[in-house]
């Protein structure tokens, strides 16, 4: 069974930082190559990130230089680390393994003061 579970969303004032994790079980992950995506309120899932297997990364053109996607193998595990939050990061943020085969039930990220 595959299960992909993120944590680390909450809520962090304008301007802060949060590291979203992804631990995933039942894919080899070490071949997958995973994403991170957010669906803000009342707008459509947008992609944020991608990294391959090999740790080629990609990036929204928006959001390239504040946010960071990364891996570990070893704990089957993608992160997001994000910096310089702003209220428009408000949205609940999923991950995403071999090209939307498979989703995480997602983590509120809210950006507020």
């Known amino acids: 069974q595959v299960q992909l579970v993120e944590s680390g969303g909450g809520l962090v004032q304008p301007g802060g930082s949060l590291r979203l994790s992804c631990t995933t079980s039942?894919?080899?992950?070490?071949?997958?190559?995973m994403g991170w995506y957010r669906q803000a309120q009342g707008k459509q899932r947008e992609w944020v990130a991608s990294?391959?297997?090999?740790?080629?990364?990609n990036y929204a053109d928006s959001l390239r230089g504040r946010f960071t996607i990364s891996r570990d193998n070893d704990r089957n595990t993608v992160y997001l680390q994000m910096n310089n939050l702003n209220p428009e990061d408000t949205a609940v943020y999923y991950c995403?393994?071999?090209?939307?085969?498979?989703w995480g039930q997602g983590t509120q990220v809210t950006v507020s003061s």
């Open positions: 990294i391959t297997s090999v740790g080629g990364t």
């Open positions: 995403s393994a071999k090209g939307g085969q498979y």
């Open positions: 039942g894919i080899f992950f070490s071949y997958s190559t």
